[in-house]
């Protein structure tokens, strides 16, 4: 089926940069609309970014101005650039496509496993 895998997380201090990477394969026609999520310990999954396939971007209010998403068509690759880190930004941050088409016209909804990012005050 579909995969999505993302690197890049680990532990930065407050203020750096860091860059996600979230690579997908398998039976894929378009990516039509991918996100970046976050789960912080003890709280709920939120959204931080999405991009459509048409390149257009919405971003949650608390990283407007700091992260930036993007893909690369060519390597079926979303990216999250994060700069100006917060300890808040600590979390689980997982890839999503939602929705992905398939070779086969299916619309399907796909989860990384995730990426650890913390930051150190």
């Known amino acids: 089926q579909v995969q999505l895998v993302e690197s890049g997380g680990g532990l930065v201090q407050a203020g750096g940069s860091l860059r996600l990477s979230c690579a997908a394969s398998?039976?894929?026609?378009?990516?039509?609309?991918m996100g970046w999520y976050r789960q912080a310990p003890g709280k709920q999954r939120e959204v931080v970014a999405t991009i459509r396939s048409d390149g257009s971007t919405d971003y949650a209010d608390s990283v407007k101005g700091r992260f930036t998403i993007s893909k690369d068509n060519a390597k079926n690759t979303v990216y999250l650039q994060m700069n100006s880190l917060e300890p808040d930004d600590t979390a689980v941050y997982y890839c999503?496509?939602?929705?992905?088409?398939?070779?086969?016209?299916?619309?399907?909804?796909?989860w990384g496993q995730g990426t650890l990012v913390t930051v150190s005050s």
């Open positions: 999503n496509g939602n929705p992905i088409v398939t070779r086969t016209f299916r619309y399907i909804e796909v």
């Open positions: 398998g039976n894929i026609f378009s990516l039509r609309v």
